[in-house]
Nanobody, 125 residues
Framework: QVQLVESGGGLVQAGDSLRLSCAAS????????MGWFRQAPGKEREFVAV????????NYAESMRGRFTISRDTTKNTVYLQMSSPRPEDTAVYYC??????????????????WGQGTQVTVSS
């Protein structure tokens, strides 16, 4: 079965960098879209970024573009989210997700089949 395990969250000061990891297992993810979402207390789950496992093509939420970078290492079956100069408003639980229907999720819809358990990121001012 598919498992997605996030790690790398924690407490970070505004302006410092942080890299989240998502270890994926349970199948060959060739042809999959791998996404990152986040959810702050009292708010809906929000799209952050998505990457094509096969090609490495990426797409970002406009508010994240230029600050966050999504990447993947196919040899390690891991997807990353590099957060540069995070802000207190980036505080949230960050989730990794996977889905085979790339065209359906590419625009940011949270319609993924598989989700990780999330990792908390807290940015202090």
């Amino acid at each position: 079965q598919v498992q997605l395990v996030e790690s790398g969250g924690g407490l970070v000061q505004a302006g410092d960098s942080l890299r989240l990891s998502c270890a994926a297992s349970g199948r060959d993810f060739y042809g999959y879209a791998m996404g990152w979402f986040r959810q702050a207390p009292g708010k809906e789950r929000e799209f952050v970024a998505v990457i094509s496992w096969s090609s490495g093509a990426t797409n970002y939420a406009e508010s994240m573009r230029g600050r966050f970078t999504i990447s993947r290492d196919t040899t390690k079956n891991t997807v990353y989210l590099q957060m540069s100069s995070p802000r207190p408003e980036d505080t949230a639980v960050y989730y990794c997700a996977a889905d085979a229907r790339v065209s359906r999720v590419w625009s940011g819809k949270p319609e993924y089949d598989y989700w990780g358990q999330g990792t908390q990121v807290t940015v202090s001012s």
